[in-house]
């Protein structure tokens, strides 16, 4: 998967407590995508990253927020997670300089809110 | 993972016959496409891109057709596989945004 993890794979929590989702990469790429999987919807951005600090919203950002301290990482936090975000998160990382704008996936972490 | 599958049009083929798979996209001015396979339980994989200024690019067993008069894609699978079994979705972008990806079709390959 392009040297793309993600933690955890999977995961149950209940209804009002925080999540984090981590994703790390040792590609060095520049940006870097959280996306959630659902049944009819295919894949929805919730939020990108096109540097170090640098991030901006998705088209289903509510609820979620995210930070990049490190090239190598980027962090999805559930401030209070409810039952509409059970989901699968896939994170994608890309480099534009590369000459295309393919962007590679990791393996997906599996979210239950209970 | 397998929820992925729900919902989705799905196109059945018989192995060693040829599958065509299409998208149509919805901004006239995306000018990069790419079609993505995804197996039950992974993250979405390349398949093959292609850029606007083309109208046909060839991979492996895959080609891929771009219509831009009428925004259709379309992903040709040669001598399909049952390892091709799986969701393909197609995704465009301008190059000044993060790819659009769509809902993507199951494949069904039948032995």
């Known amino acids: 998967d392009a040297g793309i993890t993600q933690s955890p794979r999977h995961k149950v929590t209940e209804t009002g407590t925080p999540v984090t989702l981590r994703c790390h990469q040792t590609e060095n790429h520049r940006y870097m995508y959280w996306y959630r999987q659902d049944p009819g919807h295919g894949l929805r951005l919730i939020h990108y990253s096109y540097g170090v600090k640098d991030t901006d919203k998705g088209e289903v950002s509510d609820g979620y927020s995210v930070s990049r301290s490190k090239t190598e990482d980027f962090l999805l936090t559930l401030e209070s997670a409810t039952s509409s975000q059970t989901s699968v998160y896939f994170c994608?990382?890309?480099?534009?300089?590369?000459?295309?704008?393919?962007?590679?996936f990791g393996p997906g972490t599996r979210l239950t809110v209970t | 993972g397998e929820s992925v599958g729900l919902h989705l049009p799905t196109l059945s083929v018989q192995e060693g016959d040829n599958s065509i798979i299409n998208c149509a996209y919805s901004?006239?001015?995306?000018?990069?496409f790419i079609w993505y396979k995804q197996e039950s339980g992974k993250g979405p994989q390349f398949i093959i891109d292609?850029?606007?200024?083309?109208d046909k690019r060839q991979g492996q067993r895959v080609t891929v057709l771009l219509n831009k008069t009428v925004k259709h894609l379309s992903l040709q699978i040669a001598a399909t596989q049952p390892g091709d079994s799986a969701v393909y979705f197609c995704?465009?972008?301008?190059?000044?945004?993060?790819?659009?990806f769509g809902k993507g079709t199951r494949l069904s390959v039948i032995a």
């Open positions: 995704a465009e972008n301008n190059g000044n945004t993060p790819l659009v």
């Open positions: 292609i850029r606007s200024n083309m």
């Open positions: 994608a990382i890309s480099e534009p300089t590369s000459g295309t704008y393919e962007q590679y």
């Open positions: 901004n006239s001015a995306s000018d990069y």
